[in-house]
């Protein structure tokens, strides 16, 4: 069974701040994507990383995978209020259909 | 451009009652997978379905739970006489082909009193 854990699981920062979220895994993924969900939501995507080591920038947000595809993390800089919400990591499964999700971090800014 | 629908967006069932998830894919999109989100907890796979055929139902409980996706029409997964525990969120999601990105819906809120 392939298992993807995140850490912190909540975060309370202050606006301004900056913050990293991680997502861990004893197995290897082809690939991992990374959601954001807001309350009464379904997850949007964010993100897809797909070779170890790669880097990918979105705005204040940076996505990196590990070398060995077996983990990601999400780092968000000057955080505003408007970045709360549920971050959530997935990864395919066996065969390549369905999604295993991670238990997610919720993020919540303050002003 | 229409996204993923999913209809009722709130469901409020009473014990032993039936309940019936629909979802209609992205325009193109003919994989369909059901999610459950229980309260305080990530979502969990349930079944993969492409038009006509279920292709992986493995995370589905064996009994109360079905799930289709005619030929025409929306997908339906079927939850019949409900129990409190099946209170959820429910996600469907749609891909164009397998291991392509899949894109949710925004849930069905079944509530069993």
């Known amino acids: 069974t392939q298992l993807l854990e995140q850490s912190p699981q909540f975060l309370s920062i202050q606006e301004g701040e900056n913050l990293t979220v991680y997502c861990n895994s004893s197995s290897v993924f082809s690939s991992l994507q990374w959601y954001r969900q807001e309350p009464g939501e379904g997850p949007v995507l964010l993100v897809t990383?797909?070779?170890?080591?790669e880097v990918k920038k979105l705005k204040r947000l940076t996505f990196q995978f590990g070398d060995a595809r077996k983990d990601s993390s999400l780092h968000i800089t000057a955080a505003q209020t408007g970045d709360t919400g549920l971050y959530l990591c997935a990864g395919p499964g066996l065969g390549g259909s369905r999604l295993t999700f991670g238990e997610g971090t919720q993020l919540t800014v303050n002003p | 451009n229409a996204g993923v629908m999913q209809n009722p967006r709130h469901l409020v069932r009473r014990r032993g009652q039936e309940a019936r998830l629909r979802c209609s894919p992205m325009?193109?999109?003919?994989?369909v997978y059901w999610y459950r989100q229980l309260p305080e907890e990530g979502l969990k796979f349930m079944v993969y379905l492409q038009k006509e055929n279920i292709i992986d139902e493995s995370g589905m409980p064996k009994e109360r739970f079905s799930a289709e996706f005619p030929k025409e029409g929306p997908s339906i997964l079927r939850i019949q006489q409900v129990v409190r525990g099946d209170s959820a969120a429910y996600f469907c999601a749609s891909a164009g082909q397998v291991e392509e990105t899949q894109y949710f819906g925004p849930g069905t809120r079944l509530l069993v009193l």
């Open positions: 990383v797909v070779t170890g080591g």
């Open positions: 325009k193109g999109h003919s994989h």
